[in-house]
């Protein structure tokens, strides 16, 4: 991660006007947001996704206390917490410090108890709430952080699945492993082909040359996304059911070959359930294709997978709405373009294009202007690179 030395120093004085003691034994780690590059709707049906991991995340500044208490503050957010160590459980006032709480808590479940209290001071850098994860990135640079001072193994696997857990468990957020994955293991310049069931994964080289990845914020708040997304996974368990018929074992949709469920969608009764799947089964696929592509540099093909992505969570699995199709289609006009697309759940969120760079401050304009007049909302664009997952910022400042 790229984070300045001087933003550092700084974020260390607020550190000791708000907590006090002594910036010598102040520790600082960092973890990323995540941007998934294809496969949307993948992760809860046991396939694959795509994602990558940013150059900004968020960052934590932390040392222990002399008492049993946890000491929340963030840049991002006015309300400072201080909550005994002891007896942690969710609670609605204490606002945004659940997420660390969960952390805490979830530690705890797993048999590691912190042995003193700590202060907190988060600095996140990723827009909240836009689906490029900045709930996973605080979880992870928590676990990481206490794992670390706690003098206690930091495998990067489970601390995605333990704070995957305590946002599922803990904040109540039926997220699946995507996100918090991505900013555990995500590595510079690498994308992370990661099946969803078995966990396994692998890191594949993205060189993207002259190219950039430029995520349009299209700064809609996500209103219906929690009752969509249940009703997106029942269709496809509702699609599973049916399909059992020919496929007996058959629990997830990411199960099955392109082939095997051409053969036999006719065994879907109902036909927005039966595009719902289709949806699934065909996204799969083009994850697969990608990293074909990609292992031969080539992104302009790369650029429309990424295009027919968008178009079937537009037209088959209907998770787009008019503000991220509107980004889109004024993305895709813009000469330099390889491929455009909305990420993350989808009803608003970002969208992620790959724009040569010699167009991204056209695009910037061009795009932002169309946007804005179709939808009356102002985005915001970051120009991305692809940076590394969580680790601990050692020597600097
Ligand atoms: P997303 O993960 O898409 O950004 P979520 O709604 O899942 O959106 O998570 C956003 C929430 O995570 C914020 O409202 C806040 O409670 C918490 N959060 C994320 N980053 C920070 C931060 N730097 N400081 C404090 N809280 C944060
Ligand atoms: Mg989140």
């Known amino acids: 991660m790229e984070f300045l030395m001087v933003q550092l120093t700084e974020l260390k004085q607020r550190f000791v006007e708000q907590f006090g003691g002594d910036a010598a034994v102040i520790s600082a780690f960092q ?88 202060n907190f001071m988060y600095h996140g850098e990723i827009p909240n709430g836009s689906g490029l994860s900045s709930s996973a990135s605080i979880e992870v640079v928590t676990a990481y952080a206490l794992l670390t001072l706690e003098g206690k193994p930091t495998d990067t696997v489970q601390i995605a699945l ?65 009752s969509k997304y249940n009703e997106r996974r029942a269709q496809c368990e509702q699609a599973v059911s049916e399909l059992r ?25 109902d036909e927005t359930v039966r595009r719902r799947a289709r949806h699934v089964v065909e996204e799969i696929d083009r994850v697969g294709r990608s990293i074909e592509v990609l292992n031969k540099d080539d992104l302009a093909a790369f650029g429309q997978l990424m295009n027919a992505s968008h178009d079937s969570l537009r037209d088959l699995y209907e998770v787009t709405g008019d503000e991220l199709d509107a980004m889109v289609a004024a993305a895709r006009e813009v000469p330099g373009v390889l491929g455009s697309r909305m990420t993350g759940a989808g009803f608003g969120g970002c969208t992620v ?39 601990e910022l050692k020597g600097e400042a």
């Open 245 to 269: 018929a020919a496929f007996p074992e058959l629990t997830l949709l990411g199960q099955l070959t392109l082939q095997q469920f051409e053969d036999n969608a006719h065994l879907i009764a």
């Open 353 to 391: 294009s790959l724009v040569h760079q010699d167009s991204v401050e056209r695009f910037i304009a061009e795009v932002g202007d169309k946007y804005e007049s179709a939808t009356g909302l102002k985005p915001a664009f970051y120009v991305c690179d692809i940076g590394d997952g969580v680790g």
């Open 162 to 226: 333990w704070s995957q857990h305590a946002e599922n468990e803990f904040i109540g957020v039926k997220c699946g492993i995507m996100d918090q994955f991505a900013v555990a293991n995500g590595r510079k310049d690498h994308a992370i082909h990661l099946d969803c069931d078995t966990l396994k994964y692998e890191l594949v080289p993205f060189r993207s040359g002259d190219y950039k990845l430029v995520i349009g914020n299209t700064n809609k708040r996500r209103g219906l996304v929690d």
């Open 31 to 118: 973890a990323p947001g995540r941007v998934n590059l294809i496969g949307e709707h993948t992760d809860y049906n046991g396939g694959a996704v795509f994602p990558a991991a940013l150059t900004f995340g968020t960052t934590l500044l932390i040392a222990p206390r002399e008492d049993r208490k946890l000491g929340f503050a963030s840049t991002n957010f006015p309300a400072e917490k201080e909550i005994p160590l002891d007896g942690i459980a969710f609670n609605a006032e204490d606002d945004w410090a659940n997420y660390p709480k969960g952390v805490v808590w979830e530690l705890k479940q797993r048999g590691i108890e912190l042995s003193r209290g700590y």
